[in-house]
């Protein structure tokens, strides 16, 4: 995957505030480039270091086999959920709660689109020069 590609994906997830999510559709989106499969390849590859629980699936589902991870860092940071984030649930079952979009996806200000247009101006750049 093109090292500028992965770097813009990252500097978008930096950028979310806490208690925000976006998917990783609206990521692509932003960046307009990309879908959502290749934002999800560069934050499974790369994301360690990002915050990778405010980057989740359209329907609001925490990415897949750290649903526990992520709840710890919702709950800390207030994310709004909506199911039963209490149930104990079996290994490879799936949750009964999820993000709730309506209320946690982020909208970023003015001045978060400057940067994110910022950041895909320079990936514009980047594949202009592979051309």
Same mark, same amino acid.
């Given at each position: 995957?093109?090292?500028?590609y992965m770097?813009a994906v990252?500097a978008v997830?930096?950028?979310?505030?806490?208690?925000r999510?976006?998917?990783?559709?609206?990521?692509?989106?932003?960046l307009?480039?990309?879908?959502?499969?290749?934002?999800?390849?560069?934050?499974s590859?790369?994301?360690s270091d990002?915050?990778?629980?405010? *980057?989740i699936?359209a329907?609001? &589902?925490? +990415?897949?086999?750290?649903?526990? @991870?992520a709840? /710890?860092h919702?709950?800390? !940071?207030?994310?709004?959920?909506?199911?039963?984030?209490?149930? *104990?649930?079996?290994?490879?079952? &799936?949750? +009964?709660?999820?993000?709730?979009? @309506?209320?946690? /996806?982020?909208?970023?200000? !003015?001045?978060?689109?400057?940067?994110?247009d910022?950041?895909a101006?320079?990936?514009?750049?980047?594949?202009?020069g592979?051309?």
């Open positions: 995957m093109r090292e500028q770097e990252l997830a930096a950028l979310i505030p806490s208690a999510v976006l998917s990783y559709g609206d990521i692509a989106s932003l307009d480039c990309g879908g959502p499969r290749q934002v999800g390849a560069v934050m590859a790369q994301g990002a915050p990778w629980w405010r *980057v699936r329907s609001g &589902a925490a +990415p897949l086999c750290h649903e526990g @991870r709840l /710890r919702y709950r800390e !940071e207030g994310t709004a959920l909506r199911g039963d984030v209490g149930a *104990v649930v079996p290994a490879g079952k &799936a949750v +009964p709660w999820r993000v709730d979009m @309506r209320v946690a /996806r982020w909208n970023p200000a !003015e001045a978060d689109f400057d940067a994110i910022a950041i101006a320079l990936l514009k750049e980047a594949d202009a592979t051309d």
